[in-house]
């Protein structure tokens, strides 16, 4: 069975702050791995792809390790608009589908 | 452009009925996906096409039916659906890192 494991939260975070997740994965053939956002009663959409080298975006930077099979996700400055569910998200590649974590729930707080 | 449409945005639709949701991108993807998320629950796969083939079903009921017209669309057909089928229903296409790019989704309630 694939699992993607995430803290539901919610993370309550000052404005300003900087913010982490973690995720875990069960399914060590897994290929590809990426965070996606998503806003209430929105669709998901891709915030970054994650790599074991580690990967940064503006405030975002993500890590993934493939040994202990976990992925970080990173916010620096976290804006009002960075409110939202954030959905650690796992697939064994090709034309497979997605799984998906059950999303960590951030609020920030002006 | 990395966008996908969808419509209708809303259906509410009764037991009996039939219907249609139906799924467009032209980013010249060649593996599409119908994903449904119900209320504080991530997404769950129903259907995977890949070069217009059906090469996932995740043992979705019967009264699911996908079609797959040609390389940009997809279409989910739906009749006999139950109220517990109510949910968003999401249609994805993969790009070339395996990433997936999502429609808005169509909320439907089934009455």
């Known amino acids: 069975r694939k699992e993607v494991e995430q803290d539901p939260g919610p993370f309550n975070v000052p404005e300003g702050a900087t913010v982490a997740f973690n995720c875990t994965y069960s399914?060590?053939?897994?290929?590809?791995f990426f965070w996606y956002r998503q806003d209430c009663r929105k669709e998901p959409k891709l915030l970054m792809s994650?790599?074991?080298s580690g990967n940064e975006d503006g405030r975002f930077t993500a890590q993934l390790n493939r040994a202990s099979q976990y992925i970080s996700l990173l916010i620096r400055d976290s804006k009002l608009s960075d409110s939202a569910t954030y959905l650690c998200?796992?697939?064994?590649?090709?034309?497979?589908?997605?799984?998906f974590g059950k999303g960590t729930h951030l609020i920030i707080q002006p | 452009d990395t966008e996908v449409t969808q419509t209708p945005k809303h259906l509410v639709m009764g037991m009996t009925n039939k219907k249609s949701l139906k799924c467009e991108q032209h980013?010249?993807?060649?593996?599409m996906y119908w994903y449904k998320q119900k209320a504080k629950k991530p997404p769950e796969l129903m259907f995977v096409y890949s070069y217009e083939k059906l090469s996932i079903n995740e043992s979705v009921p019967s009264r699911f039916s996908p079609e797959c017209p040609n390389s940009s669309l997809l279409n989910l057909h739906l009749h006999a659906l139950q109220p517990e089928d109510s949910a968003l229903y999401l249609c994805a296409s993969r790009g070339g890192v395996n990433e997936q790019f999502f429609g808005p989704g169509t909320r439907l309630t089934v009455l």
């Open positions: 980013m010249g993807h060649r593996a």
């Open positions: 998200v796992v697939s064994e590649g090709g034309a497979d589908g997605l799984t």
């Open positions: 399914n060590s053939a897994s290929q590809s």
């Open positions: 994650v790599y074991s």
